[in-house]
């Protein structure tokens, strides 16, 4: 498959960002052991953790270089979960890295098949109005891949029924992030849950916040024509 420009090349600088963000994820308290994995899109396809390997043994030369057609080099076996990592870069080009996890509060709500409705507005940050939960599928196989390409549709994270979740991004740090707000927000829902079924927010308001988040965190300079004054930013004086 033909090399991609926009992406980095291989080398190793972005082979310890992936060590690093591997790292973090355990820090976070989102993975234990060696259940996530982690990789980042690169001109000639993707790198990925490789398999059953604890994180504080990874070294920049144990990281799998994969291409799109699913073919690997080297002599280190990539995650058995790197199917999943090719199918979410082959839905979304855009897509830089992609995390994958066993986070506790977001794989304890996908043991029960439940995605994330709009109990908050926060859900927005996977790019819709909810977070969908994946259909089961044994884990490393294509039929797991297709589940989770259907549940992410047009958003960049789901959960993986009886498995975990997967979040992806621009960078290593904004798809740690969002694995990160997944496992959040299930959390919240979790205990929110506790009193009963929350209230749900509904498709106009979501509809609203998912615009409001286009701006969210972009300095003015950032912004397009008018939406400073439509998302009753403060108004700048000196
Ligand atoms: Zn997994």
Same mark, same amino acid.
Do not use: C, I, N, P
């Given at each position: 498959m033909s090399e991609n420009s926009s992406f980095p090349a291989d080398g190793p600088d972005v082979r310890r960002e992936i060590i690093e963000t591997a790292r973090a994820l355990s820090r976070l308290g989102l993975?234990? %052991?060696?259940?996530g994995n982690v990789s980042a899109r690169i001109n000639s396809g993707f790198l990925v953790t490789p398999s059953g390997t604890p994180y504080e043994d990874?070294?920049?030369?144990k990281i799998v270089a994969m291409d799109l057609d699913g073919c690997y080099r080297g002599d280190v076996l990539p995650s058995s979960e790197w199917r999943m990592h090719l199918d979410f870069y082959l839905a979304k080009p855009a897509c830089g890295a992609v995390v994958h996890c066993h986070s506790p509060r977001a794989t304890a709500l996908a043991c029960h098949r439940r995605g994330i409705p709009a109990?908050?507005?926060?859900?927005?940050?996977?790019? %819709?109005d909810r977070i969908e939960c994946a259909d089961y599928a044994t884990f490393g196989t294509r039929a797991l891949s297709e589940a989770m390409a259907a549940a992410l549709g047009e958003r960049n994270a789901c959960l993986l029924a009886n498995h975990g979740q997967i979040a992806g991004g621009p960078t290593l740090g904004k798809a740690l992030s969002v694995a990160e707000g997944v496992e959040d927000l299930a959390d919240q829902y979790l205990s929110a849950l506790t009193l009963g079924d929350p209230v749900i927010l509904d498709a106009t308001e979501m509809a609203n916040i998912l615009k409001k988040f286009k701006s969210y965190g972009k300095q003015t300079n950032e912004l397009e024509d008018g939406q400073a004054a439509a998302f009753e930013l403060p108004k700048r004086v000196g």
């Open positions: 993975t234990k %052991g060696t259940s990874l070294r920049e030369d109990f908050h507005y926060m859900v927005a940050l996977a790019g %819709g």
